[in-house]
Each structure stands twice: as structure tokens, then as C-alpha cells.
């Protein structure tokens, strides 16, 4: 890596995590882990929907993984709400093995995304500068 594209930036991220029959959340973090020289970390609130501005005033990125969509849709909407008020970009992540997302969510992401980990890095990165 050529010292000038260091990037030592934090991202704060908001990963869709619920119901999860199929272990998306698990095998995205385990992407996201796999690149250590990308620095993030996950901020949780116990509830998205009565979260407060300091929470969102320091989110970078919505990580949303449509294949949780159909057991989680008030996490969703709670967060494509959150995402709209406080102008935080949404990155929708494809299920695993699928092209399709469900079209309300594709209208509201900055940026789609499959499970190749530099791609995800990439568009969280690009995602960020877009806002």
C-alpha cells in the first residue's frame, strides 16, 4: 500500500442484524473482518427507531443485508427512516447467491453490493464520500 492511500479512518457502521435463518450477518462480518487493513466498527442502539441525533450524528454507513428483509421489516424500515433524517447512506448487500433485492429497498440505497469483500469495503468507502 502506497503511503498515500492510508486511509486510518474508523468507519462507524449500523450492520441489519435479527432474524437470521441463513447466517447472512455472521458471514458479512466475516467478510468485513477479513480485510484488516479496513478499520470499522459495528454501533448498536437497543432500539434504531428512538435513537437519538448523537447516536446518528456519528454513523458513516447502513449496512442493510436484504436477505433478512422479509423477518425484519420494521428493523428495516426503522433504519431506511434513520438514513433518510440523518443523511446516512445505505449500502444494501444482495442475499447470498441472489441478484435481486426486494425494489423498495433498492430505491433507497446509495450503493448495491454482492459478497465479494473489496467490493463491499469499496462501497462503503465510495458510499461514504457520496453524503
Avoid: H
Avoid at 468507519?11 to 473482518?33: A, P, R, V
Avoid at 421489516?73 to 433485492?101: C, G, H, M, Q, T
Amino acid at each position: 500500500m502506497f503511503e498515500d492511500e492510508k486511509n486510518d479512518k474508523i468507519y462507524n457502521l449500523i450492520i441489519t442484524n435479527g432474524i437470521d435463518k441463513s447466517k447472512e450477518y455472521m458471514q458479512f462480518t466475516e467478510k468485513l473482518y477479513s480485510k484488516v487493513d479496513f478499520l470499522w466498527k459495528e454501533s448498536i442502539s437497543g432500539s434504531y427507531k428512538s435513537a437519538g441525533d448523537e447516536f446518528y450524528q456519528k454513523i458513516d454507513g447502513i449496512i442493510l443485508l436484504s436477505g433478512l428483509y422479509n423477518d425484519n421489516k420494521e428493523l428495516f424500515e426503522d433504519l431506511i427512516s434513520a438514513s433518510e433524517k440523518y443523511e446516512i447512506p445505505i449500502i444494501l448487500v444482495r442475499p447470498i447467491n441472489v441478484e435481486e433485492v426486494p425494489l423498495e429497498l433498492e430505491e433507497k440505497a446509495a450503493m448495491i453490493v454482492g459478497w465479494n469483500a473489496n467490493c463491499i469495503i469499496d462501497s462503503i468507502k465510495d458510499a461514504d464520500k457520496t453524503m
